[in-house]
């Protein structure tokens, strides 16, 4: 075959693959159509609300469409509350993101090392509160707590705690409302975690214990740096989960009735909870929304940009 023979040849192979990729292509756009249309109803969409409200004056309920300026952001800010309410999600937002991480992570590591019939045992109790609404998650946790009703009620009145008020306190809210969270949404990403481990490669794996790696050298200095990406996500969605907390305290406030040391703005959710359902001013919560959203995609872009956990070319 001449080179002319042969240059016309990988042009048409060349532009062959180019249409088959671009056809490829075309249908995977449809398949994140559906995606993309949820993402807009209910991500984009009400952020996009949001934007209108903040700037908006609301008279009985009723908007005024762009007619409060800056007004409502000045009176957020310059509520005490709202950065009060946030001196306690920072505070619990920084423990509970520490310990879902090293808590997850470390029990789907133990969870790829166990291959007996305790392990499997263990597997499914653990995944278990990861397939329960969280909201009944977190009651029997609250109920677990109360000495009247725990199946441990022996315990905590041996110890001298006869009520729920007697061990939860404004002291070790932070503490508490962070075994919640675990206990609520720890088994989803256990079972994340534990799917990532087990789709480590089989190859790499026997390679490793060739060399000699022990079990505990396996799982983390093998296996963990494969799911480094999966990681860095499982933090993105814990800072932005924590920040939006309001069940938890809910709960809790709940639970404690009248003795309750959680007032109605502990959060910023039930900040923006309290603007909207007792003051009727749906432009304050809008605000308070819109900063937890900055927030979010800042400690979004961070990780992203700063970890390199998620570049996609080796160019």
Known sequence: MSAVNRLAANDSYRLTARKKRRTIGDWSLLLIVPYLIAVFIFHLGPALVAVIFSFSKFTFGRPELFAA???NFVKVFSDPVF???YGNVIQFSILATAVGFVGSLGIALLLALTRDQFGSVARSLLFLPGAIN???VGLIFIFMLDPAVSPFGFLFRAVGWNATTDFVSASNAVVIMTALRFFMSSGAWIAIFYSALEGVS???ID??????????????????????????????QLVAYNLQIFAEPYVISTALGGAS??????SPNMLGSFYTLQRGDLGMS???SLSQTVISITASIFVVTRTGAFVTSTD
């Open 69 to 71: 300026g800056l007004d």
């Open 83 to 85: 950065f009060r309410s």
């Open 134 to 136: 969280p909201t009944v």
């Open 202 to 204: 089989q190859e790499l």
């Open 207 to 236: 390679s490793a214990k060739i060399d000699g790696c022990s079990p505990w050298q396996l799982a983390w200095l093998v296996r963990r740096p494969m799911i480094m990406g999966f990681v860095w996500f499982m933090i993105i």
């Open 261 to 266: 040391f959680i007032d109605r703005y502990w």
């Open 286 to 288: 809008a605000v308070v």
